[in-house]
């Protein structure tokens, strides 16, 4: 039996990057709907954001010239709450003024209500006790947005923040790219659903809810096609179904090269397989192809990314191929996630010849602590940890050495 190719991370990426495509299909849906969804197209600004010069604190609108003494008394002409607009500021008076209001044509700065006193008895006059910065406490027209300006770019993945700017920028709805559909299955004799009896010599099924719940948070349509038995004719049957509605199929389990492993000859008969190994730790085997989706070319393939079974290294192996594909699907950047450069404090001597992925937790102290066992099993690990440590391959280190971290919610959005 030959053996896989073994290939670095990057290269297993590289090529799982070179043939997705993003999908093409756009639709405009309430900003709401919005949430989790990547932008098709640039946000043009409808207004300048904000609209006006308005003050940021509760005070007085002045005219710096009239206040350059501290201790002055000045006369309280008008009073602009927000959403009133005021007039002219003749010299020597001020404005009474509130947060968010527009401020009137010749004030140039505003004074705050802790920095004046009202003289006693005098309700219309008050005692400016500072003498102002031009511009103080003045958030400007447009410092934020400009009216006809890109607010946001397509590609971006919509958070809630996005949702504000756009809606900022005076916008009720977004084009968004439809999501990207994938089918999920599990396969192994082994697993039962949570809530079912354990069969003799069963596990539960972790990878379903880890994974599923991996494809919700980037915002994808998945369909769970459940627990499938190590048999050839299931999985094919699993893998013609699959292929029809989606996108991307992926799967847990079955991606060696053992007997009860039978997604290698299963994809291959519905389309084609790369089975690769990656000098990674955890998740080793990896498999990627495609699926027809029917007897006629011209009807397309589905995606095929086969994970290994054991719960971190599917997840590991999602976060770190699955995720950047998708990625890609949907129109987004798909560069390295955002990483960080700190301090280990802890040993680790045993340098590997793979690439290792090591879940560890930040502590108190600002540096990282690791979970003692990091076994692809012990899922527990990653529910513990907060991020990875990418560790190349043959490097140790000690107690105090920079490493390479990357947050777990850097991967899952
Ligand atoms: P496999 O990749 O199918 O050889 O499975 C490797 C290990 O992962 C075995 O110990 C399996 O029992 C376990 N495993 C496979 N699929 C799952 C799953 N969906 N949930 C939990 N453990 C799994
Ligand atoms: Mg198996």
């Not at 511009?135 to 397509?154: P, S």
């Amino acid at each position: 039996m030959t053996k896989p190719p073994m290939l670095t991370a990057q290269q297993a990426l590289d090529h799982l990057l070179s043939h997705a495509t993003p999908v093409s299909e756009c639709e405009e849906v309430a900003m709401q709907a919005a949430l989790g969804r990547v932008l098709a197209q640039d946000v043009s600004c409808l207004v300048d954001v904000p609209p006006l010069d308005n003050t940021s604190m509760d005070g007085y609108a002045v005219r710096a010239a009239d206040t350059k003494i501290p201790g002055n008394i000045l006369k309280v002409a008008q009073r602009i709450p927000a959403g009133s607009v005021g007039t002219t500021l003749e010299p020597g008076t001020v404005a009474r003024i509130f947060t968010g209001a527009p401020i009137p044509p010749g004030a140039d700065a505003v004074v705050m209500q802790e920095d004046c006193a009202i003289p006693e008895g005098l309700t219309d006059q008050v005692q400016v006790n500072i003498a102002p910065v031009l511009g103080q406490w003045i958030r400007r027209r447009g410092e934020d947005l400009t009216a006809g300006k890109t607010a946001l770019i397509a590609g971006t993945f919509l958070r809630p923040q996005e949702l504000g700017v756009a809606a900022s920028a005076g916008l009720t709805h977004l084009n968004v790219k439809r999501r990207v559909k994938v089918a999920a299955f599990f396969t192994g004799d082994e697993l039962s659903l949570p809530g079912e009896p354990l069969k003799p010599g069963g596990i539960y099924n972790s990878n379903r809810d880890t994974l599923l719940a991996c494809l919700k948070s980037l915002g994808c349509d998945a369909t769970d096609y459940g627990i499938i038995p190590d048999s050839l004719s299931a999985t094919r049957e699993t893998l013609r179904k699959a292929s029809k509605n989606h996108d991307l199929i992926i799967t847990s389990g079955g991606v060696s090269v053992g007997e009860e492993d039978h997604i290698k000859p299963a994809v291959t008969a519905e389309g084609r397989l790369d089975l690769w190994q990656i000098a990674i730790k955890p998740g080793k085997p990896l498999a990627f192809g495609t699926v027809r989706k029917s007897d006629e070319p011209k009807d397309g393939e589905a995606w095929f990314i086969g994970l290994p079974g054991n719960p971190v290294s599917s997840f590991v192996t999602f976060l770190l191929f699955v995720r950047p594909f998708i990625l890609k699907l949907q129109g987004r950047d798909t560069s390295s996630p955002q990483s960080y450069l700190m301090r280990a404090d802890f040993d680790w001597p045993k340098a590997d010849r793979r690439n290792e992925f090591l879940r560890v937790k930040i502590n108190t102290q600002g540096g990282l602590d690791l979970f003692p066992n990091q076994s692809s099993g012990v899922l527990t690990s990653a529910s513990w940890g907060d991020g990875l440590v990418d560790c190349p391959p043959g490097q140790a280190f000690k107690a105090g050495d920079l490493v390479k971290y990357i947050p777990f919610n850097a991967l899952l959005a």
